[in-house]
């Protein structure tokens, strides 16, 4: 069976490769929202998985990854995978005909998705990597503001992702899957810049905070800049208040957002204009950006012109992260400041 197009009416069968948290709570049931796509199984390497995955969501079960790339009936695959397996069954699935839509963070490594994209392009297939905050309006109307001119000329844009420390057991702190605060909370900053930075951006320095006890970093700032001199500065990290912002900054005024990447369907972002003598709040309209993302990889699969687009887009990102990772100082992790007698910090 070719690679269906979502065009001709018929909903492309989706599989999805790893029985991950995230394809549970938000994905699949996103895939079931969406009419262009049809779930067909879901893989693990633990039947007991594969089947509880199967029982609440009315698919097959598979066990076994390279078993679902087999199927017919699958043409295009979800991987939320570990990161460190991303690219390479990325690369399986797209050589067995496969469209794909990976979870980020895909890689830091550009010479590795650059292959991938080039993969993707002979096979005629959709190579996609899943930052699904890109698919909330509240960015295209901060855009739109910053085209109209609302701030003047954009100098500087920065934002924040932080996440409390939590169980060292997960995913995230493990060095052999990947982990580390970069590909799992700096990569949302560093693709959110690219939304106002130009295409020429690059890494003008770097720090990432290391936890010997775990080998991952957990903390981490980057700083960014184009060929027209805006800067992007990008704190993220594990060690944190929760922070889910950014913010746009130019000659006449300021845009920000407070949850810039990962509202809930039901919530109504606010966005804040700040103009001299003048500070608006605008209430914007909810959206479910996990549907918005399948639903574009599901337009993708059928239109070559996306598929260029989301593999150029995969390779700097992967590009930048790269530059990150080699340009780094790496710092050991802050001491905690002493409690004052009474048990209040200073």
């Given at each position: 069976?070719?690679?269906g197009n979502?065009?001709?009416?018929?909903?492309?069968?989706?599989?999805?490769l790893?029985?991950?948290?995230?394809?549970?709570?938000?994905?699949?049931?996103?895939?079931?929202?969406?009419?262009?796509?049809?779930?067909?199984?879901?893989?693990?390497?633990?039947?007991?998985?594969?089947?509880?995955?199967?029982?609440?969501?009315?698919?097959?079960?598979?066990?076994?990854y390279?078993?679902?790339?087999?199927?017919d009936?699958?043409?295009?695959?979800?991987?939320p995978?570990?990161?460190?397996?991303?690219?390479?069954?990325?690369?399986?699935?797209?050589?067995?005909?496969?469209?794909?839509?990976?979870?980020?963070?895909?890689?830091?490594?550009?010479?590795g998705?650059?292959?991938?994209?080039?993969?993707?392009?002979?096979?005629?297939?959709?190579?996609?990597?899943n930052?699904?905050?890109?698919?909330?309006?509240?960015?295209?109307?901060?855009r739109?503001?910053?085209?109209?001119?609302?701030i003047?000329?954009?100098?500087?844009?920065?934002?924040s992702?932080?996440?409390?420390?939590?169980?060292?057991?997960?995913?995230?702190y493990?060095?052999?899957?990947?982990?580390?605060?970069l590909?799992e909370?700096?990569?949302?900053?560093?693709?959110?810049?690219q939304?106002?930075?130009?295409?020429?951006?690059?890494?003008?320095?770097?720090?990432?905070?290391?936890?010997?006890?775990?080998?991952?970093?957990?903390?981490g700032?980057?700083?960014?800049?184009?060929?027209?001199?805006?800067?992007?500065?990008?704190?993220?990290?594990?060690t944190?208040?929760?922070?889910?912002?950014?913010a746009i900054?130019?000659?006449?005024?300021?845009?920000?957002?407070?949850?810039?990447?990962?509202?809930?369907?039901?919530?109504?972002p606010?966005l804040?204009?700040?103009?001299?003598?003048?500070?608006?709040?605008?209430?914007?309209?909810?959206?479910?950006?996990?549907?918005?993302?399948?639903?574009?990889?599901a337009?993708?699969c059928?239109?070559?012109?996306?598929?260029?687009?989301?593999?150029a887009?995969?390779?700097?990102?992967?590009?930048?992260?790269?530059?990150?990772k080699?340009?780094?100082?790496?710092?050991?992790?802050?001491?905690?400041?002493?409690?004052?007698?009474?048990?209040?910090?200073?």
């Amino acid at each position: 069976m070719s690679p269906g197009n979502p065009d001709t009416g018929r909903p492309l069968g989706i599989g999805v490769l790893g029985a991950a948290d995230i394809a549970w709570r938000r994905t699949i049931p996103a895939i079931q929202r969406c009419d262009r796509l049809r779930l067909v199984a879901v893989a693990s390497r633990a039947p007991e998985r594969a089947a509880a995955f199967a029982g609440r969501f009315g698919c097959e079960p598979v066990t076994g990854y390279e078993r679902l790339l087999e199927r017919d009936d699958v043409e295009a695959v979800y991987i939320p995978l570990p990161n460190a397996l991303h690219e390479q069954w990325a690369a399986t699935a797209l050589r067995a005909g496969k469209h794909v839509l990976v979870e980020k963070s895909l890689n830091a490594d550009a010479a590795g998705a650059a292959a991938l994209a080039r993969t993707a392009a002979a096979g005629g297939l959709a190579f996609m990597e899943n930052f699904t905050f890109l698919h909330h309006g509240q960015h295209d109307r901060v855009r739109e503001l910053v085209a109209e001119g609302a701030i003047g000329t954009p100098r500087a844009f920065s934002a924040s992702f932080g996440i409390p420390p939590a169980d060292l057991s997960l995913i995230r702190y493990d060095p052999e899957l990947g982990g580390g605060a970069l590909l799992e909370t700096g990569t949302y900053t560093v693709r959110a810049a690219q939304l106002f930075l130009g295409p020429d951006a690059e890494v003008a320095g770097a720090v990432l905070r290391h936890d010997p006890r775990t080998g991952v970093d957990v903390a981490g700032s980057a700083l960014l800049v184009d060929g027209q001199g805006v800067t992007a500065q990008c704190d993220f990290g594990f060690t944190h208040l929760y922070r889910c912002t950014y913010a746009i900054w130019g000659s006449a005024g300021r845009i920000s957002l407070d949850w810039a990447f990962t509202p809930p369907p039901e919530a109504r972002p606010v966005l804040r204009l700040e103009r001299p003598g003048v500070r608006e709040e605008h209430v914007l309209p909810a959206a479910d950006q996990f549907l918005g993302a399948l639903t574009a990889f599901a337009g993708a699969c059928a239109d070559p012109v996306k598929h260029e687009e989301h593999g150029a887009a995969a390779v700097r990102q992967a590009a930048l992260l790269e530059s990150i990772k080699r340009q780094a100082h790496v710092v050991p992790p802050q001491c905690q400041t002493p409690a004052r007698p009474d048990g209040r910090r200073p």
